[in-house]
T-cell receptor, first 114, second 113 residues
Framework: NAGVTQTPKFQVLKTGQSMTLQCAQD?????MSWYRQDPGMGLRLIHY???????DQGEVPNGYNVSRSTTEDFPLRLLSAAPSQTSVYFC?????????????FGDGTRLSIL | GENVEQHPSTLSVQEGDSAVIKCTYS??????FPWYKQELGKGPQLIID?????GEKKDQRIAVTLNKTAKHFSLHITETQPEDSAVYFC????????????FGSGTQLTVLP
């Protein structure tokens, strides 16, 4: 039982480059979300999804896009990377009735923007 | 919006002693309060949670208490062990317009053998 799987674990980008952070869950959870974690701070919600084809913005959505074509996958796209997006990104999932109350997190993608 | 303050930022205890971490929140519409444990290089792990209609919840060595009037909640770990060493985050879920978790800034707990 893999839970929530994130790839890659580490990435270095140059300013202006684009990339996609991958997230997959095998628990058939309805809700998925993306958070960023910055030093000395708690996690902040970027985007979330309540099911395939349905997404919405969280607290800090600017500069990020998401889509959800299947229950299992919820990729996060950086359109034009900026140094302010240097952070650790976590994907999370939760079952029905627990919107934005994550039960399971992946182990994160550590992203540096030069 | 919701504001969650967490204290202390660091906590060292001797193995076998108890540890207490406290959080306060500002939004009276908050109704769900989870606690997460994060080990180095890993994602947060949900360890216990409490809803606003309950005052206390226990799970083996860990317990959470909630005081809605004072808007604070606490994590209690008894008989601490070295493997309890980690960063602990509290969070509050607002049932108002935001409908999302607001996290505290974390507590680094070190259990000394």
């Amino acid at each position: 039982n893999a839970g929530v799987t994130q790839t890659p674990k580490f990435q270095v980008l140059k300013t202006g480059q684009s990339m996609t952070l991958q997230c997959a869950q095998d628990m058939n959870h309805e809700y998925m979300s993306w958070y960023r974690q910055d030093p000395g701070m708690g996690l902040r919600l970027i985007h979330y999804s309540v099911g395939a084809g349905i997404t919405d913005q969280g607290e800090v959505p600017n500069g990020y896009n998401v889509s959800r074509s299947t229950t299992e996958d919820f990729p996060l796209r950086l359109l034009s990377a900026a140094p302010s997006q240097t952070s650790v990104y976590f994907c999370a999932s939760s079952y029905s009735g627990q919107l934005n109350q994550p039960q399971h997190f992946g182990d994160g993608t550590r992203l540096s923007i030069l | 919006g919701e504001n969650v303050e967490q204290h202390p930022s660091t906590l060292s205890v001797q193995e076998g002693d108890s540890a207490v971490i406290k959080c306060t929140y500002s939004d009276s519409a908050s109704n769900y309060f989870p606690w997460y444990k994060q080990e180095l290089g890993k994602g947060p792990q949900l360890i216990i949670d409490i809803r606003s209609n309950v005052g206390e919840k226990k799970d083996q060595r860990i317990a959470v208490t909630l005081n809605k009037t004072a808007k604070h909640f606490s994590l209690h770990i008894t008989e601490t062990q070295p493997e309890d060493s980690a960063v602990y985050f509290c969070a509050a879920f607002s049932s108002g317009s935001a409908r999302q978790l607001t996290f505290g800034s974390g507590t680094q707990l070190t259990v000394l053998p």
